[in-house]
């Protein structure tokens, strides 16, 4: 899912703090609209929880993902999933729709990424996604920011979390037409408190620590964070701001 060096995906470790993720993607599969028999691409599919719904839809689907444990996941599901550079897909005219789900923040390269997608499509194509937009986990990255600059380090934040304008620019410079773009802010409770989300989604962060003071430099940003995001019945939220999109490559492109 991700393509810096620094994060490791670990499929039952997905499971246990961010199932929520393909579980509130199910809106994205809305927005697809697919048919039967069509051709997908699903791009940055990790462990193949969306992938697989789209199969069972009548779909012919394609994942790919940069994660080798992610699409060892998805193929003991028994999904036709490839280890992939999102940002340097291979493909030429093969697929109805390209579908994304909270993996395009992780391609630093966004207009690769699009260059890519536009290839892979027929004309006429839909390319649909949501991932983090412009102020998405902003609270929790200012707190990790804070601690690790109290330890004399400054680290770049890895993500790419756009305005809507930004990448309506970036997908209509290469062609597409935008049908539709927005932000939604989400804020989404998480199945424990704040460690298990930043082990799961912060090791660009923490990958650069000691590790022996990884557990302590954790046990900070959780208790600055406590006050915004854990409310009086002990429930955590992320500040999840997703930027929710669908595209379309026109019949005359070539």
């Known amino acids: 899912m991700s ?4 994060q490791h995906w670990d499929p039952a470790q997905y499971a246990e703090h961010a199932r929520f993720v393909s579980d509130l993607g199910m809106p994205v599969v809305e927005l697809l609209a697919p048919k039967p028999g069509e051709r997908i691409l699903d791009l940055g599919c990790g462990d193949g929880a969306l ?9 012919t689907v394609v ?7 992610m699409v060892a996941a998805a193929k003991s599901l028994g999904l036709n999933a490839q280890v992939m550079d999102g ?3 291979p493909f030429t005219n093969e697929f109805d729709a390209v579908f994304s789900n909270a993996a395009l923040h992780w391609m630093n390269h966004p207009k690769d990424v699009i260059t890519s997608v536009w290839r892979a499509l027929n004309p006429g194509g839909r390319f649909v996604g949501e991932f983090g937009g412009y102020g998405n986990v902003s609270t929790i990255t200012t707190a990790i920011e804070a ?3 109290s330890r004399g380090m400054t680290i770049a934040n890895p993500w790419f979390f756009p305005r809507p304008d930004e990448y309506r620019k970036l997908l209509e410079a290469m062609g597409f037409a935008v049908d539709s773009i927005a932000l939604i802010p989400r804020p989404t409770p998480l199945p424990e408190d704040m460690s298990g ?3 799961t989604f912060a090791q660009p962060y923490t990958s650069a620590l000691p590790a022996t003071e990884t557990r302590g430099f954790l046990s900070e940003v959780v208790e600055a964070l406590r006050p915004m995001l854990c409310d009086a019945k002990g429930t ?12 379309t ?6």
């Open 3 to 6: 393509s810096s060096h620094a």
């Open 51 to 59: 992938t697989l719904k789209l199969a069972k839809l009548g779909c």
């Open 63 to 69: 994942g790919v993902d940069s994660s080798p444990d």
């Open 87 to 89: 940002q340097r897909l």
């Open 147 to 149: 601690v690790l600059f």
């Open 197 to 199: 989300w930043l082990q």
């Open 236 to 247: 955590w939220h992320a500040d999840y701001v997703r930027l929710r999109f669908s595209a």
């Open 249 to 254: 490559k026109p019949q005359t492109a070539l």
